[in-house]
């Protein structure tokens, strides 16, 4: 093994997502792969390797053996190309146990740098972080009274990349990957936004395209709240679960779905987006793809809002505050409180995510469903969901409040790119 030296992948380079994220069925279709070739071996046991030595910081060669089940020679020769290509280092002697102290290593998380972007209609948010995952700065910058074109956005994303990485002393070949998530239907094969209602001339966007000119590394474009699910299963509150929902209701409505430990995105790239669901005390026509769904007219803090102002009478809260002056936090809190008003319009909310969750349970079969977003992760609402699902028989589901609020997309964006780091730092040798 030591004669042929692993391939490693120059910082720097532009890398395509297609092959990472299809899944792995579909790649095999398209070419097999003769697995018993040496070439083959080796990058399948690199990988291994350098995966336990991520998952654990720093060990022995002879804990790299117990743990891959690997032989003693094999695991040194991969270490041996590890330390050639600096993906790992030594770090001397560890504590001796009776007998000869063991060589210590580590993976060198400071290499490189991973960058997670969620934009939403009102501001973009940023997540720095290293190849372990662990975070090195964030950014949040407003798009109020800005522009917010697919070219605006990324001009804004560029320049904060620039700043972040200068701040942190790392160069641009450093960023391995950026994983942006968008309030939209995404194909994540081609990295193309279908249509965002909220920002300006979002139709058919080849976001990923627009980014790999600033950011020459692997770039992922997602939908928000499927990042959402998806950092809510690396270290929120669906962490030992392989099935589940997370039901994000805020300014806009969505569901990300995670089916057997992975992202379901449909065949149209469409599973998860319940804002356009039929439901016959709400529905009035059939979904348009370029409009807001129905749901998100009724559910969302403006839905909530409107409501709040249609209902009958004048009223004031404890606070003083007016009722030109109420927010959708500010009805939410007056539930809470027992206001009969404010209890009204929470309860009908709820009948509908009570509807909704009761859909997809007898459709899906989750072991949980999350539910987030400044509306959907409020006590009062969660509450009065859980009762109006009391005395269930049939496909009843854990409903639980979602445990990483705002940085749940960020999260799942930074889980993304360290799933799919293997690939980057070892790509496929050429067979």
């Not at 606070?319 to 009908?348: C, F, H």
Request: one cysteine or more; charged letters at 25%.
């Amino acid at each position: 093994m030591s004669n042929s030296p692993i391939v490693t992948a120059p910082l720097g380079r532009a890398y395509s997502n297609s092959e990472a994220l299809r899944p792995s069925k579909e790649r095999v279709k398209k070419k097999s792969i003769p697995i018993g070739r040496p070439s083959v071996l080796r990058h399948t046991n690199a990988q291994g390797i350098l995966k336990l030595l991520r998952e654990c910081g720093s060990c022995s060669r002879a804990d790299l053996v117990r743990a891959s089940g690997l032989s003693a020679p094999t695991v040194t020769n991969v270490v041996k190309d590890l330390l050639s290509e600096s993906l790992v280092e030594p770090l001397g002697e560890g504590e001796s146990s009776g007998g000869r102290p063991p060589d210590m290593i580590r993976f060198k998380a400071e290499r490189g740098c991973l960058l997670a972007v969620e934009v939403s209609a009102d501001r973009l948010s940023f997540l720095l972080t290293d190849l372990n995952g662990s975070e090195l700065d964030t950014r949040n910058v407003s798009l109020t009274k800005r522009k917010t074109t697919p070219e605006a956005i990324c001009g804004y994303i560029g320049d904060e990349l620039k700043g972040l990485l200068r701040k942190q002393n790392k160069t641009r070949d450093q960023l391995l990957a950026l994983v942006v998530g968008v309030p939209a239907i995404t194909n994540v094969e081609e990295g193309s936004v279908l249509s965002i209602s909220t920002l300006e001339g979002w139709r058919s966007v080849p976001l990923r395209a627009m980014l790999n000119k600033l950011a020459k590394c692997l770039v992922i474009v997602e939908n928000d709240t499927n990042l959402a699910a998806q950092g809510e299963q690396y270290c929120g509150a669906a962490r030992n679960e392989k099935d589940f929902i997370c039901i994000n209701i805020g300014t806009n409505v969505g569901a990300g779905i995670f089916l057997r430990g992975r992202i379901h995105h449909g065949s149209q790239w469409s599973a998860g987006e319940i804002a356009y669901l039929r439901l016959p005390s709400v529905s009035r026509r059939q979904p348009t793809i370029h409009e807001f769904g129905e749901l998100e007219t009724v559910l969302t803090t403006s839905g909530i809002l409107k409501r709040w102002h249609e209902e009958a009478g004048k009223a004031t809260w404890s606070a003083g505050q007016t009722e030109s002056e109420m927010d959708a936090s500010g009805v939410l809190k007056l539930a809470e409180a027992g206001d009969p008003r404010a209890e009204r319009i929470v309860r009908y909310l709820a009948e509908i995510v009570a509807d909704i969750v009761v859909n997809l349970s007898l459709i899906l079969n989750p072991g949980l469903i999350l539910l987030g977003g400044e509306v959907g992760s409020h006590p009062v609402l969660i509450s009065f969901v859980r009762k109006q699902l009391e005395g269930g028989e049939f496909a009843v589901t854990k409903v639980a409040s979602s445990a990483l609020g705002d940085r749940a997309v960020l999260q799942g964006a930074i889980s993304l790119a360290l799933d799919a780091l293997p690939s980057v730092l070892l790509p496929q040798p050429p067979i």
